[in-house]
T-cell receptor, first 115, second 114 residues
Framework: EPEVTQTPSHQVTQMGQEVILRCVPISNHLYFYWYRQILGQKVEFLVSFYNNEISEKSEIFDDQFSVERPDGSNFTLKIRSTKLEDSAMYFC?????????????FGPGTRLLVL | GENVEQHPSTLSVQEGDSAVIKCTYSDSASNYFPWYKQELGKRPQLIIDIRSNVGEKKDQRIAVTLNKTAKHFSLHITETQPEDSAVYFCAASILPGGYNKLIFGAGTRLAVHP
């Protein structure tokens, strides 16, 4: 069964550095998402992406964040200048969006630690 | 804003007992309610979902009920097994519109003791 994949699995960075988290959604899916989960807390929506543009973003997704689908397979989340509070697990998700298939499938996550 | 409340935060049961987790949503336009199971260090995985045109859905030992009037939905696990131990998240969304986000509850840590 196809799965969403994410790289790297872990990332340690210094405060103020840029990080890029990578995701490969399921190949025939049309909608892509990023969520984050601070340790021990709920999963929080960051951004949704469809047809090569952001369709919705949360308050968390400020100017330091950006997303891109640079080619037909990858979906990236960039944090320009990381802060300590960006430390979290970041999940990518994708959704088919065709017909009645509306389940979001999650990747394994990237654990980001900002020092 | 949109919010999903989930209770209890932790639940401990003996193997073979039933477990019930309850959620309440705030946005009356929500019409899709998935439940995800997350084992330690792993991705959330969908275990069951329900749409607002249905009051109850069952899949083997797992069932979900929905009360649209009260804006409540619940997960019921019968005959619990140790492998059911995990964190369970409820979520709410609005369909159609595939780009609509999932709003998650805070999670319930279920421990099933042999």
């Amino acid at each position: 069964e196809p799965e969403v994949t994410q790289t790297p699995s872990h990332q340690v960075t210094q405060m103020g550095q840029e990080v890029i988290l990578r995701c490969v959604p399921i190949s025939n899916h049309l909608y892509f998402y990023w969520y984050r989960q601070i340790l021990g807390q709920k999963v929080e929506f960051l951004v949704s992406f469809y047809n090569n543009e952001i369709s919705e973003k949360s308050e968390i997704f400020d100017d330091q964040f950006s997303v891109e689908r640079p080619d037909g397979s990858n979906f990236t989340l960039k944090i320009r200048s990381t802060k300590l509070e960006d430390s979290a697990m970041y999940f990518c998700a994708s959704l088919n969006g065709q017909g009645a298939r509306e389940t979001q499938y999650f990747g394994p996550g990237t654990r980001l630690l900002v020092l | 804003g949109e919010n999903v409340e989930q209770h209890p935060s932790t639940l401990s049961v003996q193997e073979g007992d039933s477990a019930v987790i309850k959620c309440t949503y705030s946005d009356s336009a929500s019409n899709y309610f998935p439940w995800y199971k997350q084992e330690l260090g792993k991705r959330p995985q969908l275990i069951i979902d329900i749409r607002s045109n249905v009051g109850e859905k069952k899949d083997q030992r797992i069932a979900v009920t929905l009360n649209k009037t009260a804006k409540h939905f619940s997960l019921h696990i019968t005959e619990t097994q140790p492998e059911d131990s995990a964190v369970y998240f409820c979520a709410a969304s609005i369909l159609p519109g595939g780009y609509n986000k999932l709003i998650f509850g805070a999670g319930t840590r279920l421990a099933v003791h042999p």
